[in-house]
C-alpha cells in the first residue's frame, strides 16, 4: 500500500493524558500536512512540515500542540495535556516537494481521537 | 465570514441525475481548486483540481471555476449509489500552496 499511512486509526484518552498521533507519507512524498475536523465542522489546516523543519504552523493552538517530521520515521502530532474539545478526527496528507507552486495533497485515513 | 462557503445540504437525487455542487469563496488570492470526496470515517480522496477559472473534465465529472464570481462547481452526471459521500471543496494561494482551505462539505446521497 503505496498510500498515506496514519495510526492508530483510533485513539482513547482521558482528560490530561498525552496523544500521539502518527503519519507517514506515499513513497516519494517529503512534505506532510496536519489537519483537523471536528463534529460536523469543515477540516482545518494545523501544520506544514518537511523533513527536520516546520514550514507553517499558523493553524496550531499556540499551547499543547506540536508537531514534528524527523529525518527518520513518521510525523508525529503531539497533544499535551487532552481535553473534550480535542476529540476530533486529525488527517494527515503528504505531497511531493515544491520545486512547483503546487503539489497535490493526498490523505491519510485519519486518526479519531475521543477524549473521555 | 468564512473563507470558503459551501452548502452543506444533505442532498438527495435519484440514480442517474446530474448533480451539481458548489463553492464559493471571498479570498481573491486562492488560485487552485480542488475537489474532495469523502465516505464516512474515511480520508479525503482527490478527484480533481483546476488551477485558475476555467472548465476540467474528467469521466462522468466535471470541475467549473469563476474566479470572477469567486464561485466552483463540481457536476457529476449519470450519478451512481457508489458517489454517495460528502464532497468537500478546496483551495489554495500561489504563495500558500502549503495550506488548504476547506468548505465544510457536502452531503450527497443517489438514491438506486
Known amino acids: 500500500n503505496a498510500g498515506v499511512m496514519q495510526n492508530p486509526r483510533h485513539l482513547v484518552r482521558r482528560r490530561g493524558q498525552e496523544a500521539r498521533l502518527r503519519c507517514s507519507p506515499m513513497?516519494?512524498?517529503?512534505?506532510v500536512y496536519w489537519y483537523r475536523q471536528l463534529p460536523e465542522e469543515g477540516l482545518k489546516f494545523m501544520v506544514y512540515l518537511q523533513k527536520e523543519n516546520i514550514i507553517d504552523e499558523s493553524g496550531m493552538p499556540k499551547e499543547r500542540f506540536s508537531a514534528e517530521f524527523p529525518k527518520e520515521g513518521p510525523s508525529i502530532l503531539r497533544i499535551q495535556q487532552v481535553v473534550r474539545g480535542d476529540s476530533a478526527a486529525y488527517f494527515c496528507a503528504s505531497s511531493l516537494s515544491r520545486d512547483r507552486l503546487f503539489y497535490e495533497q493526498y490523505f491519510g485515513p485519519g486518526t479519531r481521537l475521543t477524549v473521555t | 465570514q468564512k473563507e470558503v462557503e459551501q452548502d452543506p445540504g444533505p442532498l438527495s437525487v435519484p440514480e442517474g441525475a446530474i448533480v451539481s455542487l458548489n463553492c464559493t469563496y471571498s479570498?481573491?488570492?486562492?488560485?487552485?481548486f480542488m475537489w474532495y470526496r469523502q465516505y464516512s470515517r474515511k480520508g479525503p480522496e482527490l478527484l480533481m483540481y483546476t488551477y485558475s477559472s476555467g472548465n476540467k473534465e474528467d469521466g462522468r465529472f466535471t470541475a467549473q471555476v469563476d474566479k470572477s464570481s469567486k464561485y466552483i462547481s463540481l457536476f457529476i452526471r449519470d450519478s451512481q449509489p457508489s458517489d454517495s459521500a460528502t464532497y468537500l471543496c478546496?483551495?489554495?494561494?500561489?504563495?500558500?500552496?502549503?495550506?488548504?482551505?476547506f468548505g465544510e462539505g457536502t452531503q450527497l446521497t443517489v438514491n438506486p
Open positions: 478546496a483551495m489554495s494561494g500561489v504563495t500558500s500552496g502549503s495550506r488548504l482551505t
Open positions: 479570498n481573491s488570492a486562492f488560485q487552485y
Open positions: 513513497k516519494g512524498h517529503s512534505h
